[in-house]
């Protein structure tokens, strides 16, 4: 990842332009060609330094329920975990801690019953039997930006 990677990740987090052409927009931004960025932000797809590039919604507005989820997972199944927790749609954060509870993700689902019911495919899927739903009574937004 080089300077103008970071230059990119840094405009797409918080500033993603609506409009026809975003990529366009960003590009003239940068002094870089569509065509560059474009490529750019598949790489880093490719690479797994992004996941997806998309809106980030107030669940409740739209009748949907998000939860906070901890799982302790055996360092030997991190990654087979994390994949299978992030074909899920509905999960927007998954990441390591430092902790027994070491693999956190969130998710967000029209109703608590679907996620349980995904959280109980997830355990059958990798045999991670310890994952922890801590559903989300009060929301507080926080802007995450990782400077670059």
């Given at each position: 990842m080089?300077?103008?990677d970071?230059?990119?990740?840094?405009?797409?987090?918080s500033?993603?332009?609506i409009?026809?052409?975003p990529?366009?927009s960003i590009a003239e931004?940068?002094?870089?060609?569509?065509?560059?960025?474009?490529?750019?932000i598949q790489q880093?797809k490719e690479?797994?330094?992004?996941?997806?590039?998309?809106?980030?919604?107030?669940p409740?507005?739209?009748?949907?329920?998000?939860?906070?989820c901890a799982a302790k997972v055996?360092?030997?199944?991190?990654?087979?975990?994390?994949?299978?927790?992030?074909r899920?749609p509905?999960?927007?954060?998954n990441?390591?801690?430092?902790?027994?509870?070491?693999?956190?993700?969130?998710f967000?689902?029209p109703?608590?019953e679907?996620?349980?019911e995904?959280?109980?495919?997830?355990?059958q899927?990798?045999?991670?039997?310890?994952?922890?739903?801590?559903?989300?009574t009060?929301?507080?937004k926080i802007?995450?930006?990782f400077?670059?």
């Amino acid at each position: 990842m080089d300077k103008t990677d970071k230059l990119i990740l840094n405009r797409i987090q918080s500033d993603f332009p609506i409009t026809t052409r975003p990529f366009k927009s960003i590009a003239e931004a940068l002094n870089l060609t569509e065509h560059e960025v474009i490529k750019r932000i598949q790489q880093l797809k490719e690479n797994a330094i992004i996941r997806r590039i998309g809106g980030n919604f107030v669940p409740e507005k739209l009748g949907f329920v998000s939860t906070l989820c901890a799982a302790k997972v055996p360092t030997d199944k991190i990654d087979m975990f994390a994949k299978a927790v992030n074909r899920y749609p509905g999960v927007t954060h998954n990441y390591q801690r430092d902790n027994k509870f070491n693999i956190w993700f969130t998710f967000i689902a029209p109703s608590m019953e679907e996620i349980k019911e995904s959280l109980k495919e997830i355990t059958q899927q990798t045999g991670v039997n310890e994952i922890i739903n801590l559903p989300a009574t009060k929301v507080y937004k926080i802007k995450a930006h990782f400077d670059l």
